[in-house]
């Protein structure tokens, strides 16, 4: 026993006390809201916490692994993510009208996931790499390997993981250094392409913008979703319903209440006053992820740090920008909070490698 108890302390040592403790926070009020959401389900409750413990061991696990290490992961996982989204392209399972999933035998994987981290490893340690002897050149680069994975994705088609990715992408080569006139140049560029991406776009993506301006035109196809959900969140008041006292979620009136619109189902039962205090955790994790980036003393670590970071802070703008009807339905989970172990896990090793950079202190070129 004393010899675990070492192993374990040992474990914890490069683990940041403030991360751990704001993360385990939202878990413990996504336990109690999928608790509530799934309608007390055994199975739900039990594979949440199996979950979350799996995920938890995962960034303790990569929180143990220096920074110089993690780096050099960078280029073989961007390499297989690329290999596999095109063997999505060329043999993936269809679902939906979407191919997005490679069929494993014993699994279905949707290597997608994996782009969320590969790609940002991928861009700092190409951007560390060169550092002393950057020029616009490198940033052309950077831009050519966002855009590969970018555009398999969309091509699959999952606008919402593109976005995604394309915003993790961006957040990196802008703490890289990329040129404000390059940002804004693109930035008028691609206010110039919309109607040319309005063309481009599938009938059901059309749909869901035209339901963001009006979900009355459909209330009970393509505006179901949102209706509902403004509704549970407005009928929350300040202080909410309470716990499990949420009519709208527990009459089933709520869509996918445990995953994509499990806020919703939060709204409702702690209100306004639950939503800010929500939201003040989730700007606390940014906020030391972002103190951690700026104490780094590596690019590397201030790339990645800062990058995932503020991939947490989209996730979560987006996800609740979407629940609560100001952005359209894109199918992105609520970090954190929502039920499922993919996203989760992805999330976590996320927080681990923050962690990473904030404990290990030294970097070694590679």
Do not use: C
Not at 186 to 201: E, I, N, T
């Amino acid at each position: 026993m004393p010899r675990t108890s070492h192993w374990i302390l040992r474990g914890l040592r490069h683990v940041d006390g403030i991360l751990l403790t704001l993360v385990v926070l939202v878990l413990g009020i996504s336990l109690a809201v999928v608790t509530s959401a799934s309608g007390q389900s055994a199975a739900r409750i039990s594979g949440h916490l199996v979950n979350m413990g799996l995920a938890l061991g995962v960034m303790v696990m990569i929180a143990n692994v220096p920074p110089h290490l993690l780096s050099k992961v960078g280029p073989p996982l961007y390499a297989a993510g690329v290999v596999l989204l095109v063997g999505v392209a060329l043999f993936g399972e269809i679902r939906n009208g979407a191919r997005r999933w490679l069929d494993l035998g014993f699994m279905a994987f949707q290597p997608s996931e994996l782009l969320k981290l590969a790609l940002p490893l991928m861009l700092a340690w190409y951007f560390h790499r060169n550092e002393a002897v950057l020029r616009v050149k490198h940033y052309l680069v950077g831009g050519v390997l966002l855009l590969v994975p970018f555009l398999l994705i969309l091509r699959q088609p999952d606008l919402g993981t593109a976005l995604m990715i394309g915003a993790s992408g961006f957040y990196l080569l802008f703490f890289a250094g990329l040129p404000w006139k390059v940002i804004l140049g693109g930035g008028a560029l691609g206010a110039a392409s919309l109607p040319l991406v309005w063309g481009m776009m599938h009938d059901y993506q059309r749909q869901r913008v035209l339901t963001l301006l009006d979900p009355s035109s459909d209330p009970l196809g393509a505006g179901y979703h949102i209706i509902q959900s403004t509704i549970a969140i407005g009928s929350g008041g300040l202080f909410g319903k309470g716990w499990m006292q949420g009519t709208q979620n527990q009459l089933d009136f709520i869509p996918e209440r445990t995953t994509d619109f499990i806020f919703a189902v939060f709204g409702e039962e702690f209100g306004y006053a639950g939503a800010i205090l929500l939201v003040v955790l989730y700007l606390a994790i940014v906020a030391r992820g972002l103190v951690i980036a700026a104490r780094a003393p590596t690019l590397f670590g201030r790339l990645m740090a800062a990058t995932l970071s503020l991939n947490l802070f989209t996730y979560v703008f987006v996800n609740m920008g979407m629940v609560s009807g100001i952005l359209p339905v894109v199918g992105v989970p609520l970090p954190l909070m929502s039920y499922g172990g993919t996203a989760l896990v992805t999330l976590l090793l996320g927080m681990g490698i923050v962690m990473s950079v904030a404990t290990h202190r030294q970097l070694n070129k590679s």
